[in-house]
């Protein structure tokens, strides 16, 4: 088939492989990111739509007014970066190449899409706005940390900060002294001001992943090897797009967002990297003095900025909204009454974010060169041109001389005394912290071990120079992959496929001594049968496993907060978002040691116990009353949809459900979510899961033409589209495909000449 882009330089093609992967096939680099655009377009086109949509905060012109709150606050925010000017970078020629494919996609299309027949709209072009935003939407909404500290500043002015230091991985002097300062406006916030965060989604998705890379000391081929599966929504279509480019000179081969030309995670001949959420702290809460429109600063009064902002809804009229701020950041309690979430009753003290990339620009070009990087040193220059990185990730990056380097890929404040973990004074100046440079977020130079890793955990221990984590996830996956690195062996590609799809829980493995402690005196015939399960579980979240079936739902229970709303009688605990990665830090045995809640044990006992015989009863229910024939896999399944299932074009789009092992802090993650078992409607799934690895990748440097790779679902998009779910059987069962990038060994699908 002949297809034309105006602008490429020269003929080239596009090779559709038997598994769904595009190898694009040209004479220059930017016409290998125009193959990229325009198949991209071919796949994704609604995605890459919407979102655009959301990333310009335009959701509620195309989707309806549910999406106001989510448009305002990113206006608010300049997460578009219109607020912001354009700057130029050296990687513009391959964004606009890129774009330039994507657009010749568009103004080829003969009929309009079902998706945006569906919607009512109309296919469009796309701008290096448009890039640039979506970098930048990818840094602001991945983990709110602010949410989390808004709580806890006023759960600590209200019951003590001891009760509470423990939540926060860093927690110094100076964020006590605050707390103690700011008492009384601490104690006024609003506690609505969360539903700016979430404003659609009652339980709000963590992103998450694994990576990990070793140098060729440690290869059985004498060459680096890298593994990385990031942690998505299971969705169709899936997150990434997934695609080869090819000139006479340079191979590349990566996973990108729909819509940009920016390889996440991805290798090259020279190179590997790899990618996880890093639950970076790019926010800071201050409590503003307001006097008047004006607030307090440490040189005397300031005016109150504001701004109008216009969001048009869906058939309905459009929507203005007054935005006020100070020179950190929004006011979010005039924002809430813009948007009638709630009244402004007390204006002495109002709360500002300040987020790191609100006035900070971004260029759509910046990170479009990283698959040109020939070393891992060059690779850094690419990732922080000018010191601005727009993502809050973990990047891992290993080069063919098995130099091996980690960032802290973001731009973020360096913070000094203060940890930035609860709202800071905006009246002094010393919090008006400073942004870091990139040789300041380098945190890993050829490490003497040989080996470098990230699973969404703490990163940086007590070694870092100033505070980027706050609240990251639990520390057992990335333990269980150093227990593996550590065993003092050489590793194959193998080595790492099994690694990726290992089972051994150590979070599970740390928690159940104290678990087992707990239960131990009762008497009770269902807590007695959860104690035998238990003490006879190897920890592992097998399909098979028994002890799974109690362990895990009795995690779902979120008991933590049952625990403290219990014996603080605070409604306010239960605001803490369901899935707070800080939530890991309360555990049974933190609770047994802390003074003040070892006085409560015996709450705390009989929230457990409560908990353990209702997730007993359920599981009967669900399962019957005999335990042997319980198994993890038949409460724990795993069920893709598409959004549009319910129309014509998309009801065959579906996948599952099936049984599957995991669980959150597994290496084979699975994260899951319902209402329990015995608690869920004929047709729901006890514990669905919905959240986990979107691909998984392991490339030997030694033989980058040949990488083991499988999705989830699948690399197409289109309703149409033969690719949609193809790789799920083989990803459920743990396989792998190897991804062939050489042109006479590619299994061709068909191919598209340019």
Known sequence: MKFKVAEADSPFEIVWDKIGIPHVYAQTIEDAYRGMGYAAGYERLWQIHLSCAYANGEASALLGERFLAQDAFQKAF?????????????????????????????????EVPPEFKHAGTLPREFTMRDIAARYRFTSWFQHKSWTEKLVLGRLMATHGVDKFSNYVLHFSDEDRSLVEELKEPLQQIDPKIIELAYPHVKVPSFSGSNNWAVTGELSVSGKPILATDPHQPFTIPSTFFYIHL??????????????????????????????????IDCYDLFIEKIEGSEYQTQSGLKQVSSRKEIIEIKEQSSKEIDIKRTHHGVLLEPLLQELGISDLTDSTYQTSLYWSLQDVPTSAGALSRLPLATSAEEFRSFLFENDVCPLVNNIICVDKDSNLQRYIATTMPVRSKATGSVPLIGWLDKYDFALAKADQLLVEN?????????????????????????????????????????????????????MQLDLKDLRAKALLPDLIKVLSPSSNEDIRLALKILKEWNCEATKDSVGACIFYPFLDTFWQRKFMHEVLKDD???????????????????????????????SLISVIEGEIKTIVKRVKKSLGNDPSKWRWGDLHKIQFKHSLNKFDHWQELNLGPDEIGGSPTTLGMAMHMGKGPGQTKEDEIPCRVYHGPAYRLVVDLNDPEHAKFVIAGGNGGRPDSKFCLNHYSTWLKGDYFTLNLTRDEIDESFTWQF
Not at 98 to 104: F, K, T, V, W
Not at 271 to 279: C, D, K
Not at 469 to 482: D, L, Q, V, W
Not at 587 to 601: A, M, Q, R, Y
């Open 246 to 279: 090819h000139t006479t000179s340079w191979d590349a081969f990566g996973a990108a967002f729909p819509g940009v030309p920016y390889f996440m995670m991805g290798y090259t001949k020279d190179v590997a990297w790899g990618l996880t959420t890093g639950f």
């Open 572 to 602: 306010l605990i239960n605001t803490l978002p369901l899935g707070a990665p800080g939530l890991n830090r309360f555990e049974i045995g933190s609770f047994l040691k802390d003074k003040f809640w070892k006085t409560h044990e015996s």
């Open 78 to 110: 300049n997460v578009h970066g219109k607020q912001s000017e354009l700057p130029a970078s050296d990687g513009d020629s391959i964004a606009e190449a890129y774009l330039q494919g994507l657009n010749a996609y568009v103004r080829a299309l003969e």
């Open 446 to 498: 050829n490490p003497e071990e040989g080996f470098s890793l990230t699973a969404n955990n703490d990163t940086m221990g007590e070694d870092g120079e100033f505070y980027i984590h706050n609240f990251p996830t639990h520390n057992s996956r990335a333990e269980r992959i150093r227990e593996f690195l550590g065993k003092n062996k050489k590793f194959s590609v193998n080595d790492f496929c099994k």
